[in-house]
């Protein structure tokens, strides 16, 4: 998971189960919400529209799992009471997130490492009575956080650790998160050993378009398109294909939006609507532009006239955004931007 600010964001992500060919078999949804928050704010959430919810972020301290002290320590205490009002809410605890695991490729290449760190999720299982562990290691095999060290061998140690993990039993839940990349599918994790022993994968199906990106697009896109291919049923077709049960693969939506700074006086934008035209907005731009305009129209089947204006009245005034979307001949949905 990578929030943008994890001491503002409170519920960070949505997670739905896909609805995919064998979904019908268990006829089971799981909706996960990764919180990040502090303990009373809890209060604001309904407990009974979530079937999972995970606490964000123990880190590692030497070879164990830590947390940081009295003010985790309530969150989690405060996660378990919510089991008053859904007895089946199940709470897990996770590892690492964006930024959050600097020191996982070399604790979890050694065996001495896999070891104390299971010893202590145990400790972690039996003083809270948590009801399972996600491991968000951003990312194994792969660049993730700059500076975060990784290695091809990330790959295998990652089965290693969660062979580990898995001989605490299978009574408490296990599950990971997966970047939604096609270099993650390739190099950060085995996917048949693996996902023989966890009980599902949640997908990080967003932040596909964002820092770095050259061109305005979904950064949470359901379907591909030409101009981009990367969404989460791609991603979700990738892992059925590896043979990957449907039935273990959560779907990660996010409800933020990103942004792209453009810094030179003349700017192409692509707004890429899913399933639908594109339209090519040219403008002079020196401050912040929208990079998610069109994002709440994803997964639209039919055609859809967009026009998006940027107007401004001197150099050193805001940029003004006009995004005009007409769904229908005789309605149009008008939203403004001051950037």
């Known amino acids: 998971m990578r929030p943008t600010n994890l001491k503002k964001l409170f519920a960070v992500l949505l997670f739905c189960f896909t609805a995919v060919t064998l979904f019908s078999q268990e006829n089971k949804i799981r909706v996960l919400s990764y919180y990040a928050g502090p303990a009373d704010a809890l209060d604001n959430f309904d407990a009974n529209q979530m079937t999972h919810i995970i606490f964000c972020f123990g880190r590692l301290n030497g070879n164990k799992f830590g947390i940081r002290g009295a003010r985790d320590t309530a969150v989690i205490q405060k996660m378990m009471s919510l089991k008053s009002k859904n007895p089946d809410l199940k709470v897990l605890i996770s590892l ?4 959050g695991c600097k020191t996982c490729s070399d604790v979890f290449a050694t065996k001495v490492g896999r070891q104390e760190f299971v010893q202590s999720i145990k400790e972690i299982y039996d003083y809270f009575k948590v009801d399972g562990l996600d491991l968000d290691w951003e990312y194994p095999g792969i660049s993730g956080f700059p500076g975060h060290k990784f290695m091809p061998e990330d790959k295998k140690n990652f089965t290693k650790l969660v062979k580990e993990l ?3 039993g299978y009574e408490k839940e296990l ?6 990349s096609q270099r993650f599918l390739d190099s950060a994790a085995q996917w048949k050993q693996v996902m023989k022993m966890v009980d599902y994968v949640n997908l990080m199906t967003y932040d596909m378009s964002g820092p770095g990106s050259k061109t305005a697009m979904h950064h949470t896109a359901l379907f591909s398109s030409p101009e981009q291919p990367r969404s989460a049923d791609w991603m979700v077709k990738s892992l059925i294909d590896m043979g990957v049960p449907a039935g273990k693969i959560v779907v990660g939506g996010a409800f933020m939006e990103r942004s792209l700074k453009m810094w030179k006086e003349q700017t192409t934008v692509l707004v890429s609507l899913q399933n639908s035209r594109q339209q090519l907005v040219t403008g002079i731009c020196r401050q912040l532009c929208l990079l998610t305009a069109a994002g709440f129209i994803i997964g639209m089947k039919k055609p859809v006239h967009l026009s998006f204006t940027m107007n401004r009245k001197s150099s050193s005034s805001p940029m003004m955004i006009k995004l005009r979307l007409q769904p229908k001949p005789n309605m149009s949905l ?6």
């Open 334 to 339: 008008t939203t403004n931007w001051v950037v």
């Open 175 to 180: 599950s990971f998160a997966a970047g939604a």
């Open 166 to 168: 898995r001989k605490l």
């Open 96 to 99: 690492g997130g964006w930024g």
